[in-house]
């Protein structure tokens, strides 16, 4: 389960050093191998997601399932798959990132990991913060509902 934001930089070389709280949570050695990059299949969101390959075992199975619903089910799993590759860990925990990718996302020298329990999510600094200035007003009443105030007689 990945959780946390960590500020990192990225080099000259596109690569990104996986910070040691994330690889904390990585304990099978198949998924120690490396990260399937893909960009955010939210419209507008522009930032990278990172799975672990039985993470993106599981992405794959469900985008499978949802392509047999689609009417052209080739076209749309090339959609998914063209937007994404599977990037290795080299011994010093970094991640080269695609220069598509790096586009795409708006990546420079400074980004934001952010943990999404199943996921990382890979930000520009200041996208990050623009998507998220409204999130505490937009989430409030589920947030009331799911953590009660434990002195509050329900």
């Known amino acids: 389960m990945f959780v946390g934001e960590f500020t990192h930089a990225i080099d000259e070389k596109n690569r990104l050093v996986l910070p040691a709280k994330f690889r904390a949570f990585i304990t099978d050695p198949e998924d120690k191998k490396g990260f399937f990059i893909v960009a955010s299949p939210i419209p ?3 930032c990278l997601r990172l799975y672990t390959m039985s993470g993106w075992k599981q992405v794959a199975a469900k985008l499978r399932e949802e392509a047999n619903k689609a009417k052209d089910p080739a076209r749309y799993l090339r959609f998914f798959a063209s937007r994404g590759e599977f990037g290795a860990l080299d011994s010093q925990n970094r991640l080269v990132v695609p220069q598509k990718l790096m586009d795409y996302a708006g990546l420079k020298k400074e980004i934001l990991m952010v943990g999404n329990v199943d996921w990382i999510e890979v ?16 989430i409030g009443d589920r947030n009331r509902a799911m953590w009660p105030n434990p002195e509050s007689k329900a």
């Open 44 to 46: 507008g969101e522009h």
């Open 123 to 138: 930000w520009n600094v200041g996208e990050y913060r623009a998507a998220t200035e409204s999130l505490d007003e937009e």
